[in-house]
């Protein structure tokens, strides 16, 4: 089946019970048993639900892995996955990371003795000179955030099998339409569903999906046992986002480029990382691993101050001011005042996010009117 497909149909029965084509809600804690420990599959819905195993389902085909687990919200989906390491165990990930996992790693994991090595993945003997015998897992996130920086996870996977580590890949930026890791040799993949998944601004959660059987139990028996699950009211909505993923993301796709193409030409905009750029120092790679460049655009400001940056921030209409990407919606966003703020200013120049560094989620509204706000805001 290829992709579209799948999104509308993989995982999905029509309900048993009454035909219903789209999957019922089953709001319900607990399931009636004939006699004890006969019955359907089903027997509290910490441990499943059906409207989430139809959702667990369809990600886990849309990822091309074999099973798919859902929290509530991506920073549970790490949570759990962390819980696999023991104290002494070593991490290895990228020095660009999501500012939530960067939290979760070192203040929370590091307390526990796990031990966080950050460096720039996009040279992949940096992550090579990290490993030892107690390095259990490489976490990559590919593009980054907000420089969009690529890291090529085949590469990754080869060092990860030859040392016999886990390899994870949050693949939130890209969603399985752009990009599979599990195909590339990863054992894991991550999403923050609330983005792309979902796709309009209205649910947060989370997702692992992976091949194995054995790496599977295990993450079960985490999920189930710590309980961080999604209610069945929040899986029915991101199947419903689901259903139109790929098309949602083609024209996410086709604006990210021309949005991207127009403020090259803005004489008052000084960089813009965008991985469809070929000089884009990780383009190639891009190109290899991603079947196009997604909808997440940054830029600098000729004039690099937060006041100047505010200036654009505060000017645009369509472009909501506001934190999160991946809705059907615009939105700005200012890294080292909002996501970024907790860095040291001189910790986060040196990769790049600088102050008048802006974000966009280029939505799929017309990108006429989209360029014409930008324009407006840049004036
Ligand atoms: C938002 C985000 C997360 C965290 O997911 P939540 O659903 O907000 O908990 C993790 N990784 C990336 C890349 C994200 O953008």
Redesign the pocket.
């Known amino acids: 089946m290829k992709f579209g497909t799948k999104a509308i149909h993989a995982g999905l029965e029509p309900d048993p019970a009454t035909g219903a084509i789209m999957t019922p809600i089953y709001q319900t804690s607990t399931y009636v048993q004939a006699a004890p420990g006969d019955h359907k599959g089903y027997e509290y819905s910490r441990t499943q639900n059906p409207t989430r195993h139809a959702l667990e389902q369809n990600l886990a085909a849309l990822e091309n892995g074999n099973y798919g687990l859902c929290f509530g919200?991506?920073?549970?989906a790490?949570d759990t996955l962390l819980k696999m390491l023991l104290p002494g165990d070593e991490v290895i990930s990228t020095n660009d990371l999501?500012g939530?996992?960067y939290r979760l790693f070192t203040k929370v994991f590091a307390q526990y003795g796990i031990k966080f090595h950050f460096v720039a993945m996009s040279d992949l003997a940096n992550i090579e000179a990290k490993v030892n015998d107690k390095t259990r897992l490489l976490w990559v996130?590919t593009p980054t955030?907000p420089m969009m920086n690529i890291i090529d996870i085949a590469g990754a996977a080869a060092i990860a099998k030859k040392h016999n580590i886990l390899l994870a890949v949050?693949n939130?930026?890209a969603t399985p339409y752009l990009q599979t890791p599990l195909d590339l040799g990863a054992d894991i993949v991550m999403h923050?569903?609330?983005?792309y998944l979902g796709g309009h601004s209205d649910v947060?959660?989370?997702a692992l999906v992976v091949k194995d059987e054995a790496l599977a139990q295990k993450l079960y028996f985490l999920q189930n046992s710590c309980g961080a699950v999604p209610g069945p009211q929040d899986s029915f909505l991101v199947l419903r986002g689901i259903k139109t993923l790929h098309i949602r993301i083609q024209r996410h796709c086709e604006n990210g480029r021309k949005v991207a193409e127009y403020l090259k030409t803005n004489p008052k905009v000084d960089k813009v990382y965008w991985p469809g750029f070929p000089e884009h120092p990780n383009h190639d790679v891009a190109k290899k691993q991603m079947r196009d460049f997604g909808g997440m655009v940054s830029f600098t400001l000729k004039t690099n101050t937060i006041a100047a940056a505010n200036e654009v921030l505060t000017r645009t209409h369509l472009f909501s001011l506001a934190e999160?990407?991946g809705g059907v919606e615009s939105l700005i966003g200012h890294p080292a005042t909002m996501t970024h703020a907790s860095i040291p200013k001189e910790e986060r120049e040196k990769t790049g996010v600088v102050d008048s560094l802006i974000r966009l989620s280029v939505g799929i509204e017309d990108v006429e009117d989209l360029i014409a706000d930008l324009e407006k805001a840049l004036s």
């Open positions: 919200s991506g920073m549970a790490i999501y939530g996992s996130e955030n949050d939130t930026f923050s569903v609330t983005k947060v959660m989370g999160s990407l």
